[in-house]
Structure formats: structure tokens, C-alpha cells
Nanobody, 115 residues
Framework: QVQLVESGGGLGQPGGSLRVSCEAS????????MRWYRQAPGKPRELVASITSSGSTVYADSVKGRFTISRDNAKNTVYLQMNSLKFEDTAVYYC?????????WGQGTQVTVSS
């Protein structure tokens, strides 16, 4: 059974940091590209960051220089380190695993940036 389980969301302060994690099971994690998406209330889901199976990364302009995506294939886990948080980072963050044939989603974790 394929599972993507996000954790680590919660409340952060402007200028602060949070890290969200996504633990995968039920498929060959190391061969999948991994992505973090987010969706704020009333807005469409947007791609935040991606990391390929070989470790190449891409970021949305809105988070470039502030967020870092990484993966640990030994732990079947992908991370999103979020620094210099802004109010507009408030959203539900979703983990995604994909290759040419499959596309899997996690259930999401809430990140709220508030003072």
C-alpha cells in the first residue's frame, strides 16, 4: 500500500523557521521525483519545490533562497526546510511522488505563519 505521510507543520513566526517531512512507503522511493506543493485558502495548488531521483532541485520564485528541499533515500523521506517565513507561506503543504507512470499524494500538513 502506497503511503505518503507528512509531518512537522504547525505554527511559525514571521522570519522564523519550520521543517516539514514526508515519509514514503509502498514504492521504490529512490527512483521517484519528489515535490512539495502548497495550497492557501481560496487559491490553486502551487508547486513549491522539487527534487529529482538524482538530487537536482528546482524552486518557485516565491521561495527561492528561503526554502530547501532535500531527500534521504535511506529513510524514504523528503524534507522541506522553510526559513525566513512570511505570512504568505501559510498554506496546506502536500508531498507528491511521481515518475513517468505513477503519481502519489500525501494528505497534507498545515503550516501557519502568524505573529
Amino acid at each position: 500500500q502506497v503511503q505518503l505521510v507528512e509531518s512537522g507543520g504547525g505554527l511559525g513566526q514571521p522570519g522564523g523557521s519550520l521543517r516539514v517531512s514526508c515519509e514514503a512507503s509502498g514504492f521504490t522511493f529512490s527512483s521517484y521525483n519528489m515535490r512539495w506543493y502548497r495550497q492557501a485558502p481560496g487559491k490553486p495548488r502551487e508547486l513549491v519545490a522539487s527534487i529529482t531521483s538524482s538530487g537536482s532541485t528546482v524552486y518557485a520564485d516565491s521561495v527561492k533562497g528561503r526554502f530547501t528541499i532535500s531527500r534521504d533515500n535511506a529513510k524514504n523521506t523528503v524534507y522541506l526546510q522553510m526559513n525566513s517565513l512570511k505570512f504568505e507561506d501559510t498554506a496546506v503543504y502536500y508531498c507528491n511522488a511521481n515518475n513517468l507512470e505513477r503519481n502519489y499524494w500525501g494528505q497534507g500538513t498545515q503550516v501557519t505563519v502568524s505573529s
